[in-house]
Every structure is written in C-alpha cells, then in structure tokens.
Nanobody, 122 residues
C-alpha cells in the first residue's frame, strides 16, 4: 500500500529526500508517518503529517533538520532530511493511517513494507 524510496549512503552533514508513494486506494485525508527501525528494534516515529490540514509532528532529535510534506495529487509523502547524523541511520518506513496526538504518532496497523535503508557514515 505504501512504497518507500530515496534512501542511500550519505556522509554526515549531507541530505536525502525520501518518498512514500501511496496506492490509489489511499484516501487523501489519511494521516501518514515516517518511522525508523534500528538494529531489530521496533520502528519508532520520526515524523507524521495529517491529511486534511497537513499539520506535522517530529521526533525531538530531528526537529529543525527534517521536513515532512505531501503532494495530494501524486499521493506521495516526502521526508527531506538535512544535516544528517550517523544516528539517523536505519531503515525508514512510511505507513498510514496513523493517529497523531499532541507530539505522538501511532500507526493504526503495523503492516510494514520493505522500507528504504539510510546510512549516514563517513
């Protein structure tokens, strides 16, 4: 239902833009989130965006460096990642719907896709 792309190997301080393409059956008002999985741990929320107002939430560690956005016409959600750090390394997944409450972002289902690998290393 969601296909992630855009990952890769980048040096610290570099940038990447991840893309999440939703299926045609995904409603435009669905809140979608980006999650990161590290070393076999459960994926944790990085950033999420609502479908109607495009309100956003971010994990504290990425605030000011990552920007989430969506293109409704293309049914695509982006994650622009700047000033990358080694601790940003992981497999990034997008999923929806998610529930956004204050600063929390919780996936309704945990049917993770293939994800896209991001490696930040010199």
């Amino acid at each position: 239902q969601f296909v992630e792309s855009g990952g890769g190997l980048v040096q610290p301080g570099g940038s990447l833009r991840l893309s999440c393409a939703a299926s045609e059956s995904t409603a435009d008002n669905v809140a979608i989130g980006w999650f990161r999985q590290v070393s076999g741990k459960e994926p944790e929320a990085v950033s999420c965006i609502t479908g109607t107002t495009s309100s956003t939430v971010y994990m504290d560690s990425v605030k000011g460096r990552f920007t989430i956005s969506r293109d409704g016409a293309k049914k695509t959600v982006y994650l622009q990642m700047d000033s990358l750090k080694p601790e940003d390394t992981g497999v990034y997944y997008c999923i929806g719907p998610v529930i956004i409450m204050k600063e929390l972002c919780i996936p309704v289902l945990r049917n993770w896709g293939q994800g896209t690998q991001v490696t930040v290393s010199s």
